[in-house]
């Protein structure tokens, strides 16, 4: 198997997006197709991996907002009460959650660039978290200014954009006026960091396809000649939304 200059660092690649806009599924699809090419791929889930206190955050969500605990399918929709829950207290408690997130990112990207990998996948980032503040308050801003400053850059951040009604019906979770609302918040702020790549909606293997005509800019001469076939993406039909992302905990994230 081909491997990789010890010298190099690993290229980083963020997937962001509301609920049930098909991350998992993409993620999927993209470190098969990089391993095929006989690719080193690290995979990290920001709420198992990263973030911090995340039995206390989950029992909130369950026990002082009593939402559902769980991951939402079309077959056993559930009520979340954690990052849809707004109010004046949560605010400051997700500002400090979201810097010690952002210390504990710092600390898992110089890990994982230890192990030598090629790439390093991100399921989820911070900017999934920044999405939650109230954006529209020049205090959030700034504070979103700062993390930034803080969080390590990935090479590409990509946002999933989906149609809400489609991503509450793949993913029942939350309502689908906090989905647009949270949509929304991310495409505000990516107008205000512009650090991500927007995919627009659309079906599975064409979401597929855009996401590897930008990776495509990070490869090696020589890995672009190991460059495997398009991979299918498991499950995915050409007309089909992405599927939903199950087993995904992140969502209880506060």
């Given amino acids: 198997m081909p491997t990789r200059s010890e010298n190099r660092r690993p290229r980083f690649v963020s997937f962001s997006g509301i609920d049930g806009a098909g991350k998992s599924t993409q993620i999927e699809s993209l470190c098969a197709r990089l391993k095929e090419a ?3 791929v690290e995979l990290v889930t920001f709420w198992n991996d990263i973030a911090r206190l995340t039995r206390i955050r989950e029992a909130a969500g369950h026990t002082l907002f009593q939402g ?18 707004q109010s004046g207290i949560m605010t400051p408690v997700r ?9 504990s990112l710092r600390v898992v990207a ?4 230890r192990l030598h990998p090629d790439f390093v996948i991100f399921d989820r980032y911070i900017y999934d978290e920044l999405a939650n503040l109230p954006l529209r308050h020049p205090s959030a801003r700034f504070y979103v200014w700062l993390i930034m400053k803080l969080a390590p850059k990935p090479d590409i951040s990509y946002l999933l954009d989906a149609d809400p009604v489609q991503a509450c019906a793949r993913k029942p979770e939350y309502p689908v006026e906090f989905l647009h609302a949270n949509r929304a918040s991310y495409l505000a702020l990516n107008n205000a960091i512009g650090a991500m790549t927007i995919i627009a909606p659309m079906p599975v293997h064409d979401v597929q396809r855009q996401i590897w005509k930008h990776l495509v800019k990070l490869l090696s001469p020589a890995e672009m000649k190991r ?10 039909d050409p007309g089909v939304p992405a599927r939903s992302e199950q087993g995904n905990a992140f ?3 506060l």
């Fill in 68 to 85: 559902d605990q769980g991951v939402g399918s079309p077959a056993r929709p559930i009520n979340r009460r954690d990052k849809n829950v």
């Fill in 251 to 253: 969502p209880a994230a």
């Fill in 110 to 113: 110089v890990k994982v660039s």
């Fill in 95 to 103: 500002i400090l959650l979201y810097f010690a997130d952002t210390l």
């Fill in 38 to 40: 006989g690719l080193r």
């Fill in 227 to 236: 460059e495997p076939a398009e991979t299918p993406v498991p499950g995915g």
